[in-house]
């Protein structure tokens, strides 16, 4: 059994799908201001892991924008409740380059191991408008090919998504120990 560290419901049914035996903690942790996912995610590890007994880990995920000088990126979450999607497809305007990704960092960690971390990226683009009513965040305005992640169901989205590609790597690892 894993606790997973999350208030995000969309994460945890996500988690839920890959790996099945997890428990959500809807424990809370400072995320700090950092450049990279990784940085957020180990920082917030060492302070959920000093007060969970047991396998522990997080997620941290960012929307990095081509255009926007790889914006909203480790902001993300502060900027899809601040300006949400219409935020950033106004930002986004009439410009032609709307290539993104996003990017998964998964932070984990038993008792007497030191930390390790997982990574998934998924190309693709800002749309011109919000597809989609299925997962959260910024997944309708964000699309693989001619699909928004919004209109994609939890099985295709578990596909291909940047957090299916860091939460395997970890159940890959954790199967080879």
Do not use: C
Request: charged fraction near 25%.
């Amino acid at each position: 059994m894993i606790y997973f560290v999350t208030s995000n419901k969309g994460k945890y049914a996500e988690a839920q799908a890959i790996f099945g035996d997890l428990v959500q903690r809807d424990i809370g942790y400072a995320e700090i201001q950092a450049d990279t996912l990784e940085e957020v995610a180990l920082y917030g590890m060492k302070e959920v892991a000093a007060r969970l007994d047991g396998a522990v880990m997080l997620e941290d995920a960012g929307l990095f924008v081509e255009a926007l000088q790889g914006f909203p990126g480790v902001y993300s979450a502060y900027v899809q409740k601040t300006i949400g999607n219409a935020g950033i497809l106004r930002l986004m305007g009439a410009l032609e380059n709307r290539s993104a990704y996003f990017k998964s960092v998964v932070a984990y960690v038993e008792p007497g191991m030191d930390a390790v971390m997982f990574s998934g990226e998924v190309q693709g683009q800002i749309g011109f408008e919000a597809r989609g009513k299925k997962g959260f965040g910024y997944d309708p305005i964000f699309y693989v090919g001619e699909v928004s992640l919004g209109e994609m169901d939890l099985e295709k989205k578990n596909q291909i998504s940047h957090r299916a590609k860091s939460m395997s790597a970890l159940k890959k690892w954790r199967g080879n120990r």
